[in-house]
């Protein structure tokens, strides 16, 4: 069972990271360029139909009328009115997304999102987030996380498990578990039913450490000696840990471009899975128990129903006009490039749409993937094409076959 509040109090304070947790969250908005921002964290991606409706709801009468998902599967909400924090966290609470304020921003966990659909995983980790969930809300030393440090529950599958996160429990036939402490090559076993404890006693151990050694570090892999990281050697992780779109075993996988839609388009997913939606790690969402019908009818909404696509493993930051910093529109250059792509002949699809491609307006990158991928940068006059050494000025006319170049090139 999760740590009972009294067995492990706030302790001392934390030593100074060098400057304040400035993550946002669905009580302290972040100030941007298009209004403020809220995220609302979404353990697992798990929301109900109703849940989803509240959120449509609340980016309509507070915000710009759009909802995006996140690369934690988390929701934000932009265009929000500066004073605006107070009825959105009153909807929430009354919707049941808001357990605890003092531990909003600290509710970030991963999981499987076909968990239980197509027979393959070995645990029900939709459960382990619910427990999970619980416990951190239980737990005041809880309150000490960082808005940035994330738990990463996979069944066995391999998808977030590739996501390196600071706290990955990795089911195992039998009821076990693996428990990953941020990037470490092995792990520690976990008896049947521990699971989650050990990932609370993980995070809670991670705390106590840095108070003990005085360290200044956000996540785990940040300070990969500060905890005994296991004796076994990890299994493989998937190597394209994506879901495939369109029809599942017992449901549908839809994404959304840059994972951003108007609200009435979110109400759509609700109505084609009103007792549970599942939000993905790469800005999709599953929807188990869907029927296959209401799959033409999503893709004409605008949802991507098909994998195979220069979509694939494409994103980018916000851009203009939204932040202030960006010296251009990255997401609508994105949109036509990654459009014209994905006409019929074109190269990288619709077998292999090549590598990971990120598109970003400063020199910050903000969401930029893992590994290796192709950095789509913006300068100003134009965009610099980066795949490893390579670079490369092009104009934003010229983006979109260097981009297309980039990604196939081996």
């Known amino acids: 069972m999760p740590p009972e509040p009294a067995a492990a109090g706030p302790g001392p304070a934390l ?5 304040a947790d400035a993550c946002p969250g669905a009580l302290r908005l972040h100030r941007a360029d298009d209004g403020a921002l809220a995220r609302v964290r979404v353990p697992g991606g798990l929301l109900t139909g109703g849940q989803l409706r509240v959120l449509a709801e609340a980016a309509e009468a507070l915000g710009d009328g759009h909802l995006e998902t996140t690369s934690r599967g988390n929701v934000q909400l932009r265009g929000l009115g500066s004073d605006a924090g107070g009825e959105l966290g009153a909807r929430l609470r009354a919707a049941g997304l808001l357990p605890s304020d003092r531990h909003e921003r600290v509710r970030n966990i991963v999981a499987s999102p076909p968990a239980g659909l197509d027979g393959r995983g070995h645990a029900d980790v939709q459960a382990w987030v619910r427990e999970l969930d619980r416990g951190l809300c239980a737990s005041e030393w809880a309150t000490g996380l960082s808005g940035k440090f994330l ?11 590739a996501l390196d996160a600071d706290v990955t429990l990795i089911a195992r036939p039998g009821g076990g578990a693996l428990l990953r402490l941020g990037r470490a090559a092995t792990a520690r076993p976990v008896p049947p039913g521990a699971a989650v404890a050990a990932a609370l006693d993980a995070a ?10 005085g360290t200044a570090a956000w996540h785990l892999r940040d300070a990969p000696d500060l905890l005994d990281p296991g004796p076994l050697p990890l299994p493989a992780v998937a190597t394209d840990p994506h879901p495939p779109l369109g029809t599942l075993p017992g449901g549908l996988a839809v994404g959304l471009r840059f994972g951003r839609a108007p609200a009435d388009r979110w109400r759509l997913l609700a109505d084609a899975a009103p007792d549970e939606l599942r939000l993905t790690p790469w800005r999709g969402a599953v929807l188990p128990g869907a029927p296959g019908e209401w799959l033409p009818r999503l893709a004409a909404a605008g949802f991507r129903t098909e994998s195979g696509t220069a979509w694939d493993g494409a994103t980018a930051c916000t851009g203009a006009p939204g932040c202030a910093k960006s010296l251009a529109d990255v997401r609508a250059h994105a949109r036509a490039a990654l459009d014209a792509a994905t006409e019929p002949g074109a190269p990288g699809t619709p077998a292999h749409p090549g590598l990971p491609v990120h598109w970003s307006g400063c020199e910050r990158r903000c969401g930029h993937p893992r590994g290796v991928w192709v950095d789509v940068l913006a300068t100003g006059q134009g965009y610099r094409v980066t795949r490893g050494a390579a670079s490369g000025e092009v104009t934003t006319h010229e983006m979109a076959e260097a981009v297309a170049e980039a990604r196939r090139t081996t």
């Open 151 to 161: 738990f990463a529950l996979d069944d066995g599958r391999g998808d977030v498990a």
């Open 15 to 19: 030593p100074d990271r060098g400057r």
């Open 204 to 213: 809670r151990d991670f705390l106590a450490a840095l108070r003990a050694t």
